[in-house]
T-cell receptor
Framework: SQQGEEDPQALSIQEGENATMNCSYK?????LQWYRQNSGRGLVHLIL?????REKHSGRLRVTLDTSKKSSSLLITASRAADTASYFC???????????????FGKGITLSVRP | NAGVMQNPRHLVRRRGQEARLRCSPM?????VYWYRQLPEEGLKFMVY????????ESGMPKERFSAEFPKEGPSILRIQQVVRGDSAAYFC???????????FGPGTRLLVL
């Protein structure tokens, strides 16, 4: 079953606006990551937030994590047409003892940024 | 430093044939993961391998699917006797030791006729 559930499923905004995407998950996690996928391509890692962190920034990206609500949000500020893509949250479980682990992905959010 | 490479990018098979998907991880990466993506869906984990070892195959169907990551050469995902339901995009990812971040290849799109 899917661990992550993103919402909205689709988002259309004007270039320059901010885009906010949300992800909820069901079980405990070690980390939560956000990935981007352009149409027909592989996934590109955007940002990782650990379970003991509440907020993280990377360029125009801001990620928050609320472990009590089992939710995360990804904010893209000053969006560009090139941000048009699908965005996925992914979690790794605390049951993994090693540093490397499989990821569980949500279904994704389709973001369209209109020029 | 080349990224994760997958080949072929597109593969067409008839029902009952075998499909072999190859993945070369990034240089220096010793961990390989395979995921499957159906249209309009997220990625579903299939298998996690290190060199010559399967670490976690909890997402692999019990029959017809197998994976390996030999000491030399690429990782191979093998699907025997393909059926139409196997049509999907198959993504390989790799990571270095002690890392949660995974680096994805461009995927192999399998179409079963």
């Amino acid at each position: 079953s899917q661990q992550g559930e993103e919402d909205p499923q689709a988002l259309s905004i004007q270039e320059g606006e901010n885009a906010t995407m949300n992800c909820s998950y069901k079980t405990s996690i070690n980390n939560l990551q956000w990935y981007r996928q352009n149409s027909g391509r592989g996934l590109v890692h955007l940002i990782l937030i650990r379970s003991n962190e509440r907020e993280k920034h990377s360029g125009r990206l801001r990620v928050t994590l609320d472990t009590s609500k089992k939710s995360s949000s990804l904010l893209i500020t000053a969006s560009r047409a090139a941000d048009t893509a699908s965005y996925f949250c992914a979690t790794d479980p605390p049951s993994y003892t090693g540093a490397n682990s499989k990821l569980t992905f949500g279904k994704g959010i389709t973001l369209s940024v209109r020029p | 430093n080349a990224g994760v490479m997958q080949n072929p990018r597109h593969l067409v098979r008839r029902r009952g044939q075998e499909a072999r998907l190859r993945c070369s991880p990034m240089k220096g990466h010793s961990h390989v993961y395979w995921y499957r993506q159906l249209p309009e869906e997220g990625l579903k984990f299939m298998v996690y391998l290190q060199k010559e070892n399967i670490i976690d195959e909890s997402g692999m169907p019990k029959e017809r699917f197998s994976a390996e990551f030999p000491k030399e050469g690429p990782s191979i995902l093998r699907i025997q006797q393909v059926v139409r339901g196997d049509s999907a995009a198959y993504f390989c990812a790799s990571s270095p030791m002690q890392s949660k971040t995974q680096y994805f290849g461009p995927g192999t799109r399998l179409l079963v006729l």
